[in-house]
Nanobody
C-alpha cells in the first residue's frame, strides 16, 4: 500500500517562507498535490503537479507566492511557500492519484492517497 509522508511544517512570521516536502513510498503517481484545512473549514485545494510534463495548477489565493515542484526520480513533491500570510495557517496535506483529470483537481475525493498532514502556522 502506497504511503505519503509530509515534512517541513512549523511556525513562521507573516512575510516569511516555509518549504514542505512529501515523500511517496511504494507508489508512483501521475498527479501529486497539496491541500490544506484550517480549523472549522473544509479541506481546500492548494496546488497540483503532473508527473508527465510537469504542468502545475494553483489556487488563486496562493498564485505568485507558492511554488509546487516534484522530483520524479525520488517520488517526492515540494511546496515552497513565500510571502506567507496569517490566512495560510492550516494543516497541509499531501495528496496523490493516478486518474485525476483537470476538472477534478479541486475535489479532494479525486485523490486516493493522503499523508497525515503537517501543521503550518503563520503569526501576524
Amino acid at each position: 500500500q502506497a504511503q505519503l509522508q509530509e515534512s517541513g511544517g512549523g511556525l513562521v512570521q507573516a512575510g516569511g517562507s516555509l518549504r514542505l516536502s512529501c515523500a511517496a513510498s511504494d507508489g508512483t503517481f501521475s498527479s501529486m498535490g497539496w491541500f490544506r484545512q484550517a480549523p472549522g473549514k473544509a479541506r481546500e485545494f492548494v496546488a497540483v503537479v503532473w508527473r508527465s510534463g510537469g504542468k502545475t495548477y494553483y489556487q488563486d489565493s496562493v498564485k505568485g507566492r507558492f511554488t509546487i515542484s516534484r522530483n520524479n526520480a525520488r517520488d517526492q513533491v515540494y511546496l515552497q511557500m513565500d510571502s506567507m500570510k496569517p490566512e495560510d495557517t492550516a494543516v497541509y496535506y499531501c495528496a496523490a492519484g493516478n486518474t485525476i483529470i483537470l476538472s477534478q483537481i479541486y475535489n479532494p475525493d479525486a485523490y486516493h492517497y493522503w499523508g497525515q498532514g503537517t501543521q503550518v502556522t503563520v503569526s501576524s
